[in-house]
């Protein structure tokens, strides 16, 4: 799944949604300092995403324990 995502991103360097399911990618396989950097990424491109603002402080909280 991440290498799609990449490759998405490759091609749509705006594409929020991308950033952000790679973000979970990244949170299911414990990686949370790279998930959060995408959910940074994506809230950069749309600010407004409940969903992916949700995502992010379940990963911080994650990454502190």
């Known amino acids: 799944a991440i290498d799609d995502l990449n490759k998405a991103i490759e091609l749509k360097h705006d594409?929020?949604?991308a950033y952000s399911n790679r973000g979970n990618a990244k949170g299911f396989m414990?990686?949370?300092v790279g998930s959060i950097k995408d959910f940074?990424?994506?809230l950069e491109?749309?600010?407004n995403d409940g969903k992916t603002l949700?995502?992010?402080a379940h990963n911080k909280r994650k990454n502190l324990n």
């Open 40 to 42: 940074d990424k994506s």
């Open 30 to 32: 414990k990686d949370f």
């Open 54 to 56: 949700n995502n992010r």
């Open 15 to 17: 594409y929020a949604e």
């Open 45 to 47: 491109l749309n600010p």
